[in-house]
């Protein structure tokens, strides 16, 4: 029999009717009702050497990612960052690792007033696992079950870098060494989009943080709204360094790449002054890539209409090779 998915395996095992919980398993957050009128948001995401980052990261990016990847989840739902535990192996109590790793992890924890309340820490092959906990009004949270036929379908600031620097550290493209720089950063510092999530409240019908790739992630709203989608991969926000890789190569970042920690959201047709004034608010760039339509399906087309084909499939810890996300 195939090996299960990673989202098959969740299914089948460890998804559960939520009886305590206002939102359980299958979103970005779940959320708790801790008080009346507000939600307790809750998210947790690991980084595995070799599987998440390279042995060369820089501690101090591999700490700010850590928690990057997670208030993104927050951000996701448009939930505020309140606090966070860390739960650590490590395989040696090396300081030369643990000052700068401290101090990108608690850097990015200072930025958004996310307090470090706990954790765990053991000897064993370096894992980095957090859980962070975020605030939203009750029945303001952006979830992934919201997108409805007409909405408009954005993404914010650009797709694809983290990718790109992948697939240069691969080999299988090449880039100039300030360009290299540019995206392994993009790749290794990715800057979660909370004031962005914060803003769309009350506006954004959907929203979720691209973690495996466009096509997936929106794929995962899709599934959950009951909706199709149509994306003009042309409108699709890029850096020039990745807008100046072969069409092929743009196209496999922009639609199949992780790691962006972007946000992609649906509006109402009515709503693209406010989304506009959310964006600038937020000073996070956003871009009109999309429709929501009804069915279901994910379409790709670019400028001119034509179809163009979809990515094998988006990133499944247990079904590719490949190393990614979350
Ligand atoms: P994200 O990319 O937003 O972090 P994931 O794709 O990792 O979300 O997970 C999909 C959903 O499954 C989320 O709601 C997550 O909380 C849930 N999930 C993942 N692993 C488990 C698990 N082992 N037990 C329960 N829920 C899980
Ligand atoms: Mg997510």
């Known amino acids: 029999m195939a090996q299960l998915g990673e989202f098959e395996l969740i299914a089948r095992y460890f998804t559960r009717p939520a009886h305590r919980a206002a939102l359980g398993v299958g979103d970005d957050c779940a959320l708790l009702a801790v008080a009346p009128g507000l939600m307790l948001a809750i998210s947790s995401d690991m980084l595995v050497e070799g599987r998440h980052f390279v042995s060369t990261v820089a501690p101090e990016r591999l700490g700010h990612k850590a928690l990057a990847v997670n208030l993104s989840d927050l951000a996701a739902c448009g939930a505020r960052p309140l606090a966070f535990t860390l739960a650590l192996a490590l395989p040696d109590a090396d300081e030369a690792f643990l000052a700068p790793f401290a101090r990108g992890l608690l850097a990015l924890a200072d930025r958004y007033g996310c307090e470090l309340v706990g954790g765990d820490t053991t000897r064993g ?39 790109l620097a992948l697939e240069v550290l691969r080999g299988t493209t090449a880039v100039d ?60 926000p890029r850096s020039a360094d990745l807008a100046a890789q072969p069409v092929a190569m743009q196209r496999e970042c922009l639609l199949a790449g992780g790691d962006d920690y972007e946000l992609v959201f649906t509006a109402a047709i009515g709503q693209r002054e406010a989304v506009a004034a959310a964006a600038l608010a937020a000073a996070t760039p956003v871009a009109r890539v999309g429709r929501i339509e009804s069915g279901s399906g994910l379409r790709f087309v670019d400028g001119a209409g034509r179809d163009v084909a979809a990515p094998a499939s988006s990133f499944d810890h247990f079904r590719a090779a490949a190393p990614a996300s979350t």
């Open 177 to 236: 060494g300030a360009a290299f720089a540019r995206v392994r950063r993009a790749m290794e510092e990715p800057q979660p989009r909370v004031a962005l999530g914060l803003a769309l409240v009350g506006i954004a019908t959907s929203a979720i943080d691209v973690s495996d790739g466009l096509a997936g992630d929106l794929g995962h709203v899709l599934g959950r709204s009951g909706v199709a989608a149509i994306v003009d991969v042309d409108a699709l």
């Open 125 to 163: 092959p370096l894992t980095i696992a957090i859980t962070v906990l975020g605030e939203v009004a009750a029945g303001a949270a952006l979830l992934r079950a919201g997108a409805r036929p007409g909405d408009d379908i954005y993404v914010s600031g650009t797709l694809g870098d983290a990718r």
